[in-house]
């Protein structure tokens, strides 16, 4: 969707490397939701941003929504292969539901 | 809980053949969507129903695409007749929806990987 830039497209990093994927909206949300998707499989909820500044973390995630409620971003702490899949950022106006492309993520052993 | 339950999981068919997709959402859930995943465009929201009304349909591609939810357990998108370029991965997702201005997370079911011959 236009509706919400992610980036990068990919990234391939290698095991025990910090990363940093990045989703921006053009207009003013009212809250954001990260998923992972592993390849052929449904979408795993792993968190949701309500609050302008507000931030989550859980285990080696972290998430961020910047004041303005336009942008996010997903970190991992010493990336595992585990952490291999896509992730897309998932955003909320009202009614209206939108996802992001994905950043399709590879951690090398 | 079982989570959110699609059937089938593949489906194999002809052009102009009517295609019927499941889905049954988590017991309490008052929300249920319907997405499409394609290589090229995504994940696309095609409708989404609240408390067994659709809300907003914009989505759906064209009149070829239909989509019920008789009651609160069980939905179906019908695509009558299929066409190649609708093969993709068709998500259904639930969610208990808050108030208004409220928010919670969608629940995806595995997906339903379609194929138009």
């Known amino acids: 969707s236009q509706e919400l830039e992610q980036s990068p497209q990919s990234l391939i990093v290698q095991e025990g490397k910090n990363l940093t994927i990045n989703c921006t909206s053009s207009k003013t949300l009212y809250g954001l939701y990260w998923y992972k998707q592993k390849y052929g499989e449904g979408l795993i909820f792993l968190m949701m941003l309500q609050k302008g500044g507000e931030e989550k973390s859980h285990e080696k995630i972290t998430a961020k929504l910047d004041e303005k409620k336009q942008q996010s971003s997903l970190h991992i702490t010493a990336s595992q292969p585990s952490h291999a899949g896509i992730y897309l950022c998932?955003?909320?106006?009202?009614?209206?539901?939108?996802f992001g492309t994905g950043t399709s993520l590879t951690v090398i052993p | 809980d079982a989570g959110v339950i699609q059937s089938p999981r593949h489906e194999v068919t002809e052009m102009g053949q009517e295609v019927t997709l499941r889905c049954k959402p988590i017991s309490g859930h008052n929300s249920l969507f319907w997405y499409r995943q394609t290589m090229m465009r995504g994940l696309e929201l095609l409708i989404y129903?609240?408390?067994?009304?659709?809300?907003?349909d914009s989505g759906m591609p064209e009149d070829r695409f239909s989509a019920k939810m008789p009651n609160a357990s069980f939905s179906t998108l019908k695509i009558q007749p299929s066409e190649p370029r609708d093969s993709a991965v068709y998500f259904c997702a639930s969610s208990l929806a808050l108030l208004a201005g409220g928010l919670n997370e969608q629940f995806f079911g595995p997906g339903t990987r379609l194929t138009v011959l």
């Open positions: 129903f609240n408390n067994n009304v659709p809300i907003d």
């Open positions: 998932g955003a909320d106006r009202g009614n209206q539901f939108y």
